[in-house]
């Protein structure tokens, strides 16, 4: 059966069964693959999107659970928290760069609830998000430096 | 004696194949160039196998792997530093396999000498050497040498494809040459007209390039700088292009499971998987078994859905057994001994101590699984992967479905990291058969998270013993024993990199290596052999301070100083850094590491914080000097990374064994530093080598040793074994 998506602002037509994972959906179905494949276990953090702008992982939720808007890396150029991507050009963060896609998701989640997140509270939101190039320190200063950007913006 | 006999055969090697026979008739033919892989794949105006110049612009190529380390980034600096363009118009490629892209640096690093005590006339024969890396198409990615590679061959290349679009436009308006000049891409006339590289390429392709001499340093405008990578934008948008995000117009999906226990299958029944909807095929590849759907989450399912009969592994089934051999392997006769100077044998009056140390074995654990998209017709492959061995991978596909290697084509991608696991082939060769069995139907595959840690291709387990004397607070002997599964960076027995061959002056100084003869699959891993033998130096150099009554930073200085000045002065700047001789504060502590990696001596100090009983790791200092610091803002980024890796593994890292098996499949078994147990790092960039030095793996092996001595420092006790997450409270 083919099920309706609506997916960074516009509708996709997934025909896969419903028991497959969001994430599958996405790369093999709708060719949508800044969204990463890393455990399939929920321990890394790679396959990070928003559900109505909530930070889940998606290889945990199956296609027959999907209620509401799906935002993914790609569809968060067009949202206010692009602010995070120039940051994370600015501050020059990705090595490897395939757990970036979800480290953005994640902390443009964290910035949505909490516009000015302490370090203690960047550590918490961002801990399930492993990256083993080890972009840590850029990562925190680059969620730091959108934060501030985004309060001048008021 | 020993020192002597080793060297003296080496030398016989180098000097029969490329210095006292080679150089009158091998310089001239290995300095042939070889030919020019661009001019048939591209159909366009190359002027040489690193730039190519058409109407879309300037391509740089580089056969330099990406996997984070930014390559593609200062390798294009290089070039555009002479060429005269502008870093917005920059454009990378990954060039083919090639014999026009072997590795000069990584051949060179394969000699007797101490690199620390390279001189000019030693260099030239390691250059020599490293032209033979042509004859056997060397086209890899690793030991950090890509810059040392690099550093003169793309100035020359961007210089000579600038002087040829010279020349092309002196011949066009008939004016003579020097009185040209180039900015922007374009050639410059006396008047202030302007002519296009592009319009001046065809030209350029007919002439002979030019014979060229290389800017001066202080005239560089990208060299030196940090500049934005050219990957950046790309990763920070999901655009990034890694081989399991290639699609091709009627792809289907594959995954393999294959035998735990690294040996064949003696029977395998797929009934269940074949029934289940949009299976299409299952594959016996005789180690294991591959399933072919219509998506990856289906072939994963139907994977594990097999039920497969492993035959039994060819090794010790478990760690317990496997450690057996490999300390039997110490009390047996070395198998190599790299380093013997004065007699560690002669008894010395002075302070005796010994340790013995054990490492485990390890997991690269890069973020993207092994994954690799294939597609045959006909009489052809075309292969898309990640690897740092794309010659290697071209023949090892060919020869796994019966073609020559010019049948198969081979697009190098992204990796979403590698640490060394991609320059093994064994996932690219498994789409080849896959894409076999399937003529005209492109496979992507992609392997579980369990698959890729249980058939890595593990850094080896090892132990070790240590022997020192310390006479009137001076080092006077080291007598080290490392025993591993052994042959990747030399014959059996020398996996001695990062022992032998440290700036340390001990009068009686002796590294012996012995090899276990275990079938485990090794591989290498972020800084290879130093990875484990800068633990064992700077752990027992510790334990020697310690029981000589000295300041660990004096005692290593002491050693260093009188042997080799850049060396010293890293760890004179990291002591500066950190703070050294006011170190001792309330509930903290910290520890001193030094490390020679490739041409890069490294200094590390870790600072770790007992809390409540726990003990955080609160701060680092690495200092480290490259030579020539062509991207500070990459280098800082590699030696934090490098530092984190090493961390990560000295705190959490281990495979171990069971049945055969390892008992790690995924990340909640294999872990790894997080944001919150991330340390701040500071990193001094020094600049007083004299040749250029790799960044990519310098960081990682000072960092457990750091952090070992800083925790003994702070409680008492030596960690002569990781991961510290079974002694310490981490």
């Known amino acids: ?154 | 004696m020993g020192r002597i006999k080793t060297i003296a055969r080496r030398s016989f090697l180098v000097g029969s194949a490329a210095v006292v026979g080679g150089v009158a008739f091998g310089a001239y033919k290995l300095r042939q160039t070889p030919e020019n892989p661009l001019i048939d794949d591209f159909g366009r105006a190359a002027l040489n196998a690193f730039v190519i110049i058409d109407q879309s612009g300037v391509t740089l190529i580089t056969p330099k792997a990406e996997m984070g380390q930014g390559v593609h980034t200062t390798w294009a600096a290089l070039i555009a530093e002479e060429l005269d363009v502008d870093w917005q118009d920059v454009k990378v490629l990954h060039g083919p396999p090639a014999k026009a892209y072997y590795n000069s640096a990584l051949m060179g690093m394969a000699l007797p000498f101490f690199d620390y005590r390279l001189t000019d006339f030693r260099q030239g024969i390691r250059e020599v050497m490293g032209d033979a890396a042509k004859f056997i198409n060397l086209q890899l990615t690793s030991g950090s040498t890509s810059m040392k590679d690099g550093y003169e061959r793309m100035r020359l290349a961007g210089a000579s494809a600038r002087e040829t679009l010279k020349r092309a436009a002196a011949n066009r308006l008939d004016i003579a040459i020097d009185r040209l000049s180039t900015a922007n891409g374009q050639v410059i006339t006396p008047d202030g007209s302007r002519l296009n590289y592009s319009d001046l390429a065809e030209d350029a392709a007919q002439l002979t390039p030019e014979k060229v001499e290389l800017r001066d340093p202080s005239a560089w405008r990208f060299l030196g700088k940090t500049m934005p990578r050219l990957d950046m934008e790309l990763k920070v948008t999901g655009k990034a292009e890694y081989a399991s995000d290639i699609i091709l117009s009627g792809m289907r999906f594959a995954t393999v499971r294959m035998n735990p226990r690294r040996s064949g299958m003696i029977s395998f029944d797929a009934k269940a998987a074949q029934k289940m909807p949009g299976v299409e095929k299952i594959i016996d590849l005789g180690e294991g078994i591959a399933v072919v759907a219509t998506n990856t989450w289906l072939a994963l399912q139907a994977a594990n859905a097999v039920t497969i009969k492993w035959q039994e592994a060819e090794y010790p089934a478990t760690t317990e057994l496997m450690l057996e051999d490999i300390r039997a392997a110490l009390d047996a006769e070395a198998d190599a001994v790299q380093r013997d100077d004065g007699n560690v044998e002669t008894a010395h009056q002075g302070i005796e101590i010994s340790a013995e140390y054990e490492l485990p074995w390890l997991a690269h654990a890069s973020m993207e699984p092994m994954s690799a998209v294939a597609q045959l017709d006909g009489d052809t492959l075309e292969i898309w992967c990640g690897n740092q061995i794309p010659s290697v991978t071209q023949k090892d596909c060919a020869e796994a479905i019966g073609f020559e290697p010019e049948q198969v084509t081979v697009n190098s991608t992204l990796m979403g990291g590698s640490f060394g696991r991609r320059a093994h082939t064994d996932y690219s060769v498994q789409a080849a058969r896959i894409a076999a069995e399937m003529p005209g139907v492109p496979i992507k595959l992609i392997w579980s998270r369990e698959e890729d840690f249980r058939r890595d291709y593990y850094r080896t387990a090892l132990a070790a013993k240590f022997k020192g004397v310390v006479q009137n607070r001076a080092g006077l002997t080291l007598d080290g024993k490392i025993a591993a599964v052994s042959g990747l960076t030399g014959p059996k027995g020398r996996h001695l990199l990062g022992a032998y061959d440290q700036p340390y002056g001990f009068p009686n100084f002796r590294i012996a290596g012995h090899a276990a003869d275990l079938d485990v699959p090794i591989g290498y891993w972020r800084s290879v052999d130093n990875s484990h033998n800068c633990f064992f130096m700077e752990s027992f150099i510790d334990e020697m301070a310690f029981a000589g009554g000295v300041d660990p930073f004096e005692f290593r200085w002491n050693l260093i100083s009188k042997e080799h000045q850049p060396s010293a002065n890293v760890l004179e700047a990291v002591a500066e850094m950190s703070d050294w001789q006011n170190r001792k504060r309330s509930g903290s502590a910290q520890g001193i590491a030094f490390g020679y990696f490739g041409s890069t001596p490294v200094a590390t100090v870790c600072e770790v914080t007992e809390q409540d009983g726990d003990i955080r790791i609160t701060k680092l200092w690495v200092a480290c000097d490259v030579g020539t610091a062509l991207d500070p803002g990459n280098i800082e980024a590699q030696i934090t990374g490098g530092s984190l890796f090493g961390l990560s593994a000295a705190i959490w890292g281990e495979i171990t064994f069971r049945d055969g098996e390892a008992e790690q499949s995924n990340f909640p078994d294999f872990q790894s530093l997080r944001m919150e147990n991330a340390p701040d790092i500071d990193v001094k960039i020094m600049e007083n080598m004299p040749y250029l030095g790799g960044v990519g793996e310098a960081g990682t092996p000072t960092a457990a040793p750091a952090l070992t001595n800083a925790l003994f420092a702070l409680t008492g006790q030596r960690a002569r074994k990781l991961p510290l997450y079974h002694q310490f409270n981490l």
């Not at chain 1, 602002?9 to 093999?28: C, F, I, K």
């Not at chain 1, 276990?41 to 928003?50: D, E, I, R």
């Not at chain 1, 989640?109 to 550590?123: F, G, K, M, Q, V």
Request: one cysteine or more; hydrophobic letters at 35%; glycine letters at 10%.
């Open chain 1, 1 to 154: 059966m083919s099920r309706t998506l609506r997916i960074n602002g516009s509708n996709h037509e997934a025909d896969l069964p419903d028991d497959v994972p969001l994430l599958w959906v996405l790369r093999d179905a709708l060719g949508l693959t800044g969204t990463k494949y890393g455990c399939g276990v929920a321990a890394c953090g790679a396959c990070t999107v928003h559900i109505n702008g909530t930070a889940v992982r998606s290889c945990q939720v199956t296609l027959g659970e999907i209620e509401g808007e799906i935002t993914t890396i790609e569809g968060l150029v067009s949202s206010d928290m692009a602010i995070l991507q120039q940051s994370w050009i600015e501050h020059q963060v990705a090595q490897c760069g395939y757990c970036q896609s979800g480290q953005l998701m994640q902390a443009a989640s964290l910035l949505s609830d909490n516009p000015s997140p302490s370090d203690a509270e960047i550590d918490s939101a961002m801990n399930g998000n492993l990256c083993r190039c080890g972009t840590y320190p850029r990562i925190r200063s680059a969620i730091h430096d959108a934060a501030e950007k985004l309060a001048r913006q008021g």
